[in-house]
């Protein structure tokens, strides 16, 4: 009887905050729909507009459940997106290429971090979101790295910036392969490789072609698959205590972690009905939605104001290297 008090009296703690994130992640993707920019971006400034919500004493636990806890199981989720085979119809060459574009992407990140005098971990988050998958890495990678108080505006601060950069991309991307007469695979790899989030090239890729949409969005798909290693050689390092912070303690693998492996694996192994993949896309999304709603309610604006120019010169910089790089070896594939 204990146990079902307690378990009762979680879920009334939890319940307001949570009802609150999903609240506002219904009103961001209601603006998406209507206005067509992403449901992320939404979700992140109508947080940060309601983050007086989150001294509140009765929200506050809920609030915090949906930034970690529903924020992993969207995660996880991104494994049914992809399978193995996915790899494989890529070819070898643009699959390296596509390797050496995240790999390098992510060096660079911890390279101009030190340059520009910011925290390498903000180069290593800005570079993997970059690099792999917007918005869904950056959140990936903020979970797996050591808490500090400093965790959530870096975070936030990627959130942003990515959406914005992949939002403009969407837009000028197909207007640079048209005028630099990429061929219709080219453009696709192009696109697939450079735009930062997957709603954004989807949205690219369609707008020029089916066919260069279909490619366009296996190549971020590819890219999307690079989430999960990424994670675990950040998690080597942490434990082989490479950090500069000797007082970090390293995490553990994060269950959601493996969950996204077994759930590549079995969409891999089992030709799943589309009802099902279809459903766990849309849970996906919208637990990423309402945890990134939750995150941005948790941000303190003025924390995030002062933080300067460098950081969005960081994101820009990435940005541009990733995009010249995939172009200068296209010819090559």
Known sequence: MSIKVSK?????????????SV???LAAL????????????FALLLGIAMSFIYDDS??????EFTACHILRIGVALLGLRIAFGDLAAMGWKTGMLLVVAVVSTILVGILLAKVFGLNKRFGLLTGGSVGICGASAAMAISAVLPQSPENDRDTLLTIIGVTSLSTIAMVVYPIVAAYLQLTETQTSIFLGATIHDVA??????YSVSEQTGDLATLTKLVRVAFLMPVVMCILLVLKLNLDSDRNAKPPGVPAFLLAFTVLMAINSLVSLPQVITDSATDISRFSLVISIAAIGMKSNLRKILVVGIKPILLLVIETLWIAALILLCLPYL
């Open 200 to 205: 954004q090239v989807v949205g690219a890729g």
């Open 8 to 20: 009762c009296k979680a879920i009334t703690v939890l319940l307001p905050g949570i009802a609150i």
């Open 30 to 41: 209601f603006l998406s729909s209507h206005y067509g920019a992403p449901a992320m971006l």
């Open 58 to 63: 009765n929200c506050k636990a809920g609030i």
């Open 23 to 25: 609240v506002v992640g």
